[in-house]
């Protein structure tokens, strides 16, 4: 079936540096990808919609230059932290639908536990 | 916009009995899925079911069955035969288009041996 790669599992950094987090997709093509972040206990949270190609989509309330995100081929999106602060900590998770696979659901990465020092 | 209302926080089951899950959810479209998916403490998100909004039959997978009330937007999951392993958060979602899975706060489900 389907799988989406997410790497790294888990990162620490320290305060300011920035972190990169790749999702890929091994076995489909994504024309789109989601990224969402979980804090502990609570539901995941959509940051931002990207788009092989163009730019991403943001949720409000997210900032762009903080989150970038880069979706430069159809297996491929990476979402980079910058200037990370302990306040970014949390658990960050990537999913992509097939392309022209309409309504069928997505499938998830394994998430990425970022924990700012 | 779409929303998801899971009102039980919390829910715990004995091994081997039933239990429901309750979910609400509110949509402008007509043509949309509604899924279950559950998240294990290694907080991977695992599909465990869905429904088309088109079909009336309810959705069954193995020990996993949804009561779906079109009408009453309402899309419940019922663990039947509990096991250990079950143990886990759940979430509800809605979605329609090529937009993005919009989830419900989630229903932590304990199972007592």
Known sequence: GAVVSQHPSRVICKSGTSVKIECRSLDFQATTMFWYRQFPKQSLMLMATSN??????????VEKDKFLINHASLTLSTLTVTSAHPEDSSFYICSARESGQGLLPLHFGNGTRLTVT | AQTVTQSQPEMSVQEAE????????DTSESDYYLFWYKQPPSRQMILVIRQEAYKQQNATENRFSVNFQKAAKSFSLKISDSQLGDAAMYFCAVNSGNTPLVFGKGTRLSVIA
């Open chain 1, 52 to 61: 092989e190609g163009s730019k991403a989509t943001y949720e409000q309330g």
């Open chain 2, 18 to 25: 039933t239990v429901t899950l309750s979910c609400t959810y």
